[in-house]
């Protein structure tokens, strides 16, 4: 009886069935067990020095991937888990709205699709929530953010063997359709989703003068929602490496999508710019000194009033952990901007 309980509990574990399912002893040996102990006694050193929020963050993009495995190979949609991750960022927001800015720059080294599709929902259900909290929409808008994304896994086949390839024309024209492989799929498994949910799947990646995909739709054919999440999208996409392009500083993808008045609503972007500022919570700094921080708070103009120091470029071997507020700015210099992380080798926080 105890070996078959064994199993049951580490098939479980493998599957991912069943959430907080530990692997069994009965399949770890003493070696591996020792390393195993070592390695959760660093992991909870690490989670227990994780700011305010991190945890749920990391379980929204773990729960994506979980969900994305099991409607991929088995044809099982888990709605009841997207809806949760969708309340989780809403209640994120109404509680501590910074702390969520911050703790969505944890998703570095997270695949390409999921940290997009988090990043684009937390600051979508940010900016809805600042409009109106008290909308019905909301929910089923913010999940629409959270699971736009995942026609792109459904995608990877003999065409697109991954998503990390440096793709050719015809891979970037199949990629476009990934809206409409998640709504096939979607309507495959009987999945029937509200209307604001299936808005922003199948429109967000449409453009005000038509030329955006799938559908190619015009400007009065989009909502208001759909208007604020694809500049949410452009933004994102812009301030992150993508397909080899190494990613833009704040102010110069504002500059950009602000100048294609045709193709995103300028005033939704000065909205956007009026929230997050030119140094946007999450981004990382340089000040004059040879310091690079994090972002953790700003003022009321957006310029940061407290930092994580992690890295003193005259002594690049070595890593920082200290928080400063804007009181001891003066220790590490002038302010000098928003840089690419990969350009002086800083690896994800968690």
Same mark, same amino acid.
């Given at each position: 009886?105890?070996?078959? *309980?064994?199993?049951?509990?580490?098939?479980?574990? %493998?599957?991912? +069935?069943?959430?907080?399912?530990?692997?069994?002893?009965?399949?770890?040996? %003493?070696?591996?067990?020792?390393?195993?102990?070592?390695? $959760? %006694?660093?992991?909870?050193?690490?989670?227990?020095?994780?700011p305010a929020m991190v945890p749920d963050i990391l379980d929204?993009?773990?729960?994506?991937?979980?969900?994305?495995?099991?409607i991929k190979n088995?044809?099982?949609?888990?709605?009841?888990? +997207?809806?949760?991750? *969708?309340?989780?960022?809403?209640?994120c927001v109404k509680s501590d709205r910074k702390a969520l800015l911050y703790a969505l720059s944890f998703l570095r080294g997270q695949p390409e699709w999921v940290r997009h599709a988090v990043q684009t929902a937390g600051i979508f259900a940010d900016m809805l929530v600042a409009r109106d909290p008290h909308s019905a929409l909301i929910r089923d808008s913010v999940l629409g953010a959270l699971v736009h994304n995942m026609g792109k896994p459904l995608l990877i086949g003999k065409q697109m063997s991954s998503l990390k390839i440096n793709m050719n024309p015809?891979?970037?024209?199949?990629?476009? $359709?990934?809206?409409?492989?998640?709504?096939?799929?979607?309507?495959?498994l009987g999945w029937q989703t509200g209307k604001a949910c299936r808005d922003i799947i199948e429109n967000s990646n449409e453009h005000l003068d038509g030329n955006g995909y799938p559908a190619a739709k015009s400007e009065a054919q989009l909502s208001d929602r759909v208007k604020l999440i694809s500049v949410i999208k452009a933004v994102n996409k812009l301030t992150h490496e993508r397909n080899g392009a190494a990613p833009r500083p704040p102010l110069e993808a504002y500059r950009w999508i602000h100048s294609?008045?045709?193709?995103?609503?300028?005033?939704?972007?000065?909205?956007?710019?009026?929230?997050?500022?030119?140094?946007p919570i999450g981004g990382l700094a340089k000040? $004059?000194?040879?310091f690079l921080a994090w972002i953790m708070d700003v003022d009321?103009?957006?310029?940061?009033?407290?930092?994580?120091?992690?890295?003193?470029?005259?002594? %690049?071997?070595? $890593?920082?952990?200290?928080? +400063? *507020?804007?009181t001891d700015f003066h220790q590490i210099g002038e302010l000098q901007g928003i840089v690419n992380p990969s350009d002086f080798d800083v690896e994800p926080s968690f």
């Open positions: 009886f105890q070996y078959i *309980s064994e199993c049951e509990r580490e098939a479980a574990s %493998r599957s991912g +069935l069943k959430q907080g399912v530990t692997p069994s002893d009965l399949f770890v040996s %003493r070696k591996a067990r020792a390393t195993a102990t070592d390695t $959760s %006694r660093s992991e909870t050193k690490k989670m227990s020095r994780q929204i993009a773990q729960q994506l991937k979980v969900v994305m495995m099991f088995r044809d099982i949609v888990n709605e009841e888990t +997207l809806y949760e991750c *969708s309340d989780t960022l809403i209640e015809r891979q970037r024209t199949l990629l476009k $359709s990934h809206p409409v492989a998640l709504l096939q799929k979607m309507d495959s294609k008045p045709e193709t995103y609503d300028t005033t939704i972007m000065v909205e956007y710019i009026q929230h997050y500022g030119p140094y000040f $004059s000194g040879g009321a103009k957006g310029l940061p009033n407290k930092v994580q120091l992690i890295k003193n470029l005259a002594f %690049r071997d070595t $890593s920082i952990d200290t928080v +400063l *507020s804007s």
